[in-house]
């Protein structure tokens, strides 16, 4: 990265201009696009986590509640192409946008593991907004200062940065993910030994089902015990995720403060 930097400044004609960075709004505005791009593929592969690993949803059912609610969020374009020229100062729409993921993320934090769907359709309803409320006013802020020569040199430069930041969004999120997964899953596991009277009593329970079902007692004990596994590693990733919507909701917060900071945009 360094060297293609280095031989892209240098270069008589070269692919992707970087005096672009000279200009603060430019710079400010791509810090702007890591912010949203971080926390758009961070939400997005948090949501995918918490409905499949954590609430034991099919993928399909997953994958159709997202899309719905993305697809109804997406509606809101008619309402802001019309209204947002009203909003001279497009900064505090970029404010909003963050305060709305840092509300959905805390919204996520509040779930519990018996969640009905209706109370995933506001979060998730919210997640689609960002789009709105980040990107379109940061393109505006970001661009505006280049004619059109400059203006695709400085795009070529934003993709470039976007797929950074998704890739280092993906690496970081799974990284918290697989940590506090073993946290919680060492912790969880403690309480599996045949001196905790609960699980004593549900490992009971379970075999007595497996037994009445037509299982011979070993076969029922150990699939009694499989079923206990997977319980813990439902209930291990159910809390990875609410972690994981806390650490988001940190983001989003640092990235209004940033936004409602920054002067050289308005």
Known sequence: MAWF??????HP???????ALKERTFQIGLVLYMFYYYESTGLSYLVSRFLEGGLGYPV??????V?????????????YFRYSR???????????????????????????????????LLPLLLRGLLLLFIVLPVANLTF??????????GYRLKNIVRQLTISFATASVIIVEQHRQAVHQSRLSEWVNPYNPNYAATAQVLAS??????????????AALAS?????????????ALDGFRFMMIVAICAGVFAVWQRHID
């Open 209 to 222: 089902r497996f037994i009445s079902s037509g299982q011979s007692p070993g076969q029922a004990h150990l």
């Open 144 to 153: 505006r200062i280049f004619q059109i020569e400059e203006f695709s040199h």
């Open 228 to 240: 206990v596994q997977r319980i813990v590693t439902q209930q291990a990733s159910f809390l990875t």
């Open 13 to 19: 004609t070269p692919l992707v201009r970087l005096n």
């Open 60 to 65: 399909e059912n997953a994958g159709r509640l």
């Open 67 to 79: 899309g719905l609610t993305s697809l109804l969020s997406s509606c809101a374009l008619f309402a």
């Open 86 to 120: 009203l909003i001279t100062r497009k900064k505090w729409l970029v404010v909003c946008g963050f305060t709305i993921a840092a509300v959905l993320s805390w919204l996520m934090t509040r779930m519990s593991p018996d969640v009905s769907q209706d109370a995933l």
């Open 5 to 10: 930097a280095y031989h892209q400044w240098n």
